[in-house]
């Protein structure tokens, strides 16, 4: 049985969501180098934070496309933030292998319908570190939709899982120290039931986030701890939380179990 841990690197953090089509490359460069020295078996993901979430505001691809030409480039923007992290781990001699979202998965009405996810079994079995990350993907109703990094890392996990990978847990990268209460502290732990009543401190997604934010990312998460995976959100901005947390050691986050 392979051991793996489901690692997503946040738009928040590999991008400068105020700046469109910035990447914070110096944080990538350190994050990856994280991932190294932890030597961990990894499936890794990242999200596309000012370059496919500034071009799907502007041309649609939640609930199909506005035109032709503004889904072209909506695919080709988040296949540009995945090139410059691709550029960065192999550069940090890391096998990682990038997988194209809307190459390996259909859906219906924003549901994943099908997908070919054996390729990133067999490349996870080989030793390589699989790379996927938020795309548009296709839709067989809605002619498009947008999976976040986040979404299709855990579906990749529910796959791996079933065929006898353990999952130690998920990490999820980002640039506070987990979920903030209102007071600004941070929440150690949420779980199913206290869900319902943290729900009202959470922020709603800021506009330029087509995927739904931190909302989202705990609802899809609270989704694995059915199947016994936990999710840690930490702080990627802080240098060696990530290393901390691949190798287990106390961390500034919450933990969604
Ligand atoms: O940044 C969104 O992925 P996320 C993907 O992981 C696009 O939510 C194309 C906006």
Redesign the pocket.
């Given at each position: 049985m392979k051991n793996i841990v489901l690692v997503?690197l946040?738009?928040s953090v590999i991008t400068d969501k105020s700046k469109a089509y910035f990447a914070n490359v110096d944080i990538i460069k350190r994050l990856a180098k994280e991932l190294r020295i932890s030597k961990k078996s990894i499936i890794l993901?990242?999200?596309?934070?000012s370059f496919?979430?500034t071009?799907?505001v502007k041309y649609g691809?939640k609930k199909g496309y506005k035109s032709k030409e503004g889904i072209a480039k909506?695919a080709r923007?988040?296949m540009e933030i995945n090139r410059i992290v691709m550029d960065i781990l192999v550069k940090e001699k890391i096998p990682a292998i990038s997988f194209r979202p809307m190459s390996m998965i259909l859906a219906k009405s924003g549901q994943m319908e099908e997908n070919f996810f054996q390729a990133v079994e067999l490349a996870a079995n080989q030793g390589l570190i699989p790379v996927v990350?938020?795309?548009?993907i296709w839709d067989k109703k809605w002619k498009s939709t947008?999976?976040?990094?986040?979404t299709i890392l855990n579906r990749i996990g529910i796959y791996l899982k079933n065929k006898g990978f353990k999952i130690d847990k998920i990490i999820q990268v980002g640039e506070t120290n987990g979920v903030y209460d209102d007071k600004g502290n941070t929440i150690p732990r949420i779980t199913k039931n206290s869900w319902q009543n943290l729900r009202k401190y959470v922020y709603k997604p800021r506009v330029k986030?087509?995927?739904g934010g931190m909302q989202h990312k705990i609802e899809d998460a609270l989704k694995m701890t059915e199947i016994g995976v936990n999710t840690l959100l930490i702080n990627g901005k802080v240098k060696n939380e990530l290393l901390n947390a691949l190798l287990n050691k106390k961390v500034k986050g919450t933990v969604i179990k």
């Open positions: 997503k946040g738009g993901a990242h999200g596309s934070g496919g979430h071009s799907a691809g909506v923007d988040a990350y938020g795309d548009v947008i999976y976040s990094g986040e986030d087509v995927t």
